[in-house]
């Protein structure tokens, strides 16, 4: 494959062939990918859009990042301007999709100031919940009700709660910050208002309570039982455990580029998180890809999560299934299965095979990604002037 052939940013694409493509099993084998055109083409226009050949590289459907904060870039999250803010998030939008992550679940800080500002900047697609109902909001049943219909009437398509503490120091990992009748009024009025709800929870009760109430998942995990994992299984709860932000914090924090009250916590989580992972395969617990990147050495590095994933014990077929298939089911269901036919054409191309961990931690590998049938990002060929 020639990268310097491949179809400029902007250019309709027709199909490829020639490459290895990953079916819904996680496998790669020989086949051809048929795009109908861009969402905007008409219909009798695909026969006449290019074919791209790919032989020598592997294809994959479009990543989906189920949790990240693509307008963060301080872990602090310091209140900035908006004209700052749009400037760093245009920046992540942009290493996030040239990493091949074509739709992203914003889990708080995406809102819609910011969103009208760069939306039609290159990127992925933005499924935002606006921002967090957490520690702060623990003041009632009658209060949560309001914040979640005023998060519903801004534009959330999700509800994110940040049901525990976190790798923040002085925080209680698996004490919940709301008593029951909070969490359900905020999962009750979630309901009615239509939208899925996304839990933030390390351990303990607010794992439980989330499965009772039929959330769509469950946000890091660290500290999953086996009985939590069976009962999520059942009940169809997606996990997104995001297993390597927590190395990413403590290598950072231990380098003093990061405050050192987050190692204990940091640590605490690389310990548990494979054992809570392990859990969910053994249980068939749903799994879907988060980085919760944060930082602006984080964005951009999404796929070091697949390598984590299976860093952690997960087959390397299942960790690309939870970044693509899963996280589609997840963050998209009207999507359908990414590369079926009248799907969805979000594509990836990378150079090399992707089931090498290797590959996946180096956002070099990718040479191209569509999304909805266009070329949305093409890696420069080595020899482009700078």
Known sequence: ???????????????????????????????????????SAAPDA?????????????????????????????????????AERAAAT??????????????????????????????????????????????????????????????????????????????????AQREPVFDRAEFAAITGEAARAGLPVMVHAWGGPAIDWAVEDGVASIEHAVHLTAAQARRAAAAGTFVVPTVWIY???????????????LVPAARTAVAAHPRAVRHCLEEGVPLAMGTDAGLPTQHGRNLNEVAALVGAGVPVDVALRAATYGGARLVDPGAGVP????????????????????????????????RDGRVAHRRASPDASS
Not at 27 to 33: A, L
Not at 341 to 363: E, I, S
């Open 1 to 39: 494959m020639n990268v310097a052939e491949l179809p400029a940013v902007g250019e309709p694409v027709g199909g490829l062939v020639g490459g290895l493509v990953l079916g819904a099993d996680g496998v790669f084998r020989p086949g051809v990918v048929r795009i109908d055109g861009p969402v």
């Open 90 to 171: 245009s920046r992540n939008r942009l290493a996030t999709l040239a990493a091949g992550v074509t739709t992203a679940r914003d889990a708080g800080g995406y809102d819609p100031a910011l969103a009208r500002l760069v939306d039609g900047e290159p990127g992925p697609r933005v499924v935002p919940s606006i921002d967090i109902i957490g520690p702060g909001d623990a003041r009632g049943a009658a209060y949560l009700r309001r914040r979640v219909a005023a998060l519903a009437g801004a534009g959330a398509a999700w509800i994110k709660v940040a049901a525990t503490g976190g790798v923040g120091a002085g925080t």
């Open 247 to 261: 190395a990413d914090v403590l290598r950072l924090a231990l380098a003093g580029k990061l405050p050192a009250t």
């Open 46 to 82: 695909a026969a006449s859009l290019p074919v791209v050949d790919v032989t020598g590289a592997w294809v994959t459907p479009g990543f989906v990042d189920a949790h990240t904060h693509l307008s963060w870039s301080d872990f602090d999250h310091p209140d900035t301007g908006l």
């Open 339 to 370: 590369l079926a036919p009248g799907a969805r054409a979000d594509v990836v191309v990378f150079d090399r095979d992707p089931t090498d961990v290797a590959t996946l931690r180096d956002p070099g590998a990718v040479c191209l990604v569509l």
